[in-house]
């Protein structure tokens, strides 16, 4: 059971990760706080439901509408179904180009505050952009192979986020960068090969 308690709090992924530390910098942990009374984690606002049960909103002092979900399992699946479609490039708010600094400046009031703590938890540099958290860096060889990591190191497939949410589609036309630049090694791989054997 999901309650104000971070140890209750779902994990797995990268993007439960990022779920988390946002959890953390709205004050989901505070027992009483909106996002605790509110089953809603993110402190999502209308418009954020993705599907998820609802029992109505709530009009915060700050101004903002916030969503009322009726479980706190609905209101994690809401915020990682939204960081999910950031992460893979289907918001139409958010990109994952975007850094921390400017992710904060449209999700959160005081964002300054906000950034801090999340990227914080997460370990990671304000100024970084945010879907780089996503993905090891590759060393790439000048012929396009990308060189082994060294012992104990994992690089993640190039894939990884759209396997994350394989339910809700790309739209059509775009490929998110992180998926586009792994094609392009594999077609470089392909054509030297090719070229090789040939």
């Known amino acids: 059971m999901i309650t104000n308690d971070p140890r209750s709090w779902p994990a797995g992924d990268k993007i439960w990760e990022v779920c ?52 706190k399992e609905a209101g994690w699946n809401a ?24 992710i904060s400046a449209k999700y959160a009031g005081n964002s300054s505050a906000w950034v801090n703590n999340v990227t914080a938890a997460l370990g990671v540099n304000p100024d970084s952009r945010f879907g780089d958290f996503f993905f090891e860096p590759q060393t790439v060889s000048s012929s396009g192979k990308v060189i082994d990591p060294g012992p104990g190191e994992i690089l993640q497939p190039v894939d990884a986020i759209a396997a994350a949410a394989p339910s809700a589609p790309v739209a059509e036309g775009s490929i998110p960068t992180p998926v586009l630049v792994g094609m392009l090694v594999l077609a470089g791989a392909f054509v030297i090969n090719e070229f090789l054997w040939d």
């Open 79 to 102: 915020l990682y179904s939204k960081i999910s479609n950031i992460a893979a490039g289907r918001s139409s708010v958010y990109s994952p180009e975007m850094t921390w600094r400017q």
């Open 20 to 71: 988390r530390a946002i959890a953390l910098a709205e004050g989901a942990n505070i027992g009483g706080s909106a996002p605790d009374r509110l089953n809603n984690p993110g402190d999502l606002s209308r418009g954020d439901e993705q599907h998820q049960a609802v029992i109505g909103y709530e009009t915060l002092p700050d101004g903002e509408v916030a969503i009322h979900f009726a479980s």
